[in-house]
């Protein structure tokens, strides 16, 4: 059955530094998403990305972070400065509404420990 | 952000005996429900949707009730077995197709033998 596969499963970073958290999406899907849990948190939105640019953001979602769909498979998720406060759990998301509509599939996720 | 509230963090329910997991919603624009499964360092599994415009949705052991006059929702899972254990995520997304999924906090479902 296809998947969405995330890598690294888990990414220890100095504070301040630029870290890239990468996913692939189930290949025909056209919808890619990301979301984070922090620690004993709801699962939150991050972004929606579609047709090569962005559909929505949260307002998490600020300056420091930014999203790519660098060729046909990979999709990422950049922090330029990380911040204590963003060790969290990031799930990767994709869907092909075209066919059932909203229903996301989730990768494993990264769990991102700022240090 | 409250829009979805699981109000029960835990449930615990004897194997074989039926599991009801409950779930409300304030935003009146919601018109796709979703459940997911969560097991430890997996990411959320997509179980079972429903839209606004139905009231049951039904798939295997695994039904899932709408009332929208009371913004509520329910999942029932019949007969629990014990792989059911697992959080379980009420979710809910509105208006355009790549909307984002507003979930609730979960609940721990233990199925104790």
């Known amino acids: 059955e296809p998947e969405v596969t995330q890598t690294p499963s888990h990414q220890v970073t100095q504070m301040g530094q630029e870290v890239i958290l990468r996913c692939v999406p189930i290949?025909?899907?056209?919808?890619f998403y990301w979301y984070r849990q922090i620690l004993g948190q709801k699962v939150e939105f991050l972004v929606s990305f579609y047709n090569n640019e962005i559909s929505e953001k949260s307002e998490i979602f600020d300056d420091q972070f930014s999203v790519e769909r660098p060729d046909g498979s990979n999709f990422t998720l950049k922090i330029r400065s990380t911040k204590l406060e963003d060790s969290a759990m990031y799930f990767c998301a994709s869907s092909d509404s075209r066919r059932t509509k909203n229903i996301q599939y989730f990768g494993a996720g990264t769990r991102l420990s700022v240090l | 952000d409250q829009q979805v509230k699981q109000n029960s963090p835990s449930l615990s329910v004897q194997e074989g005996r039926i599991s009801i997991l409950n779930c409300d919603y304030t935003n009146s624009m919601f018109d796709y429900f979703l459940w997911y499964k969560k097991y430890p360092a997996e990411g959320p599994t997509f179980l079972i949707s429903?839209?606004?415009?139905?009231d049951k949705n039904e798939d295997g052991r695994f039904t899932v009730f709408l009332n929208k006059s009371a913004k509520h929702l329910s999942l029932h899972i019949v007969p629990s077995q014990p792989g059911d254990s697992a959080v379980y995520f009420c979710?809910?997304?509105?208006?355009?197709?790549?909307?984002?999924?507003?979930f609730g906090s979960g609940t721990r479902l233990s199925i104790r033998p």
């Open positions: 429903i839209s606004s415009i139905k």
């Open positions: 290949s025909n899907h056209l919808y």
């Open positions: 979710a809910a997304s509105g208006g355009s197709s790549a909307s984002k999924i507003i």
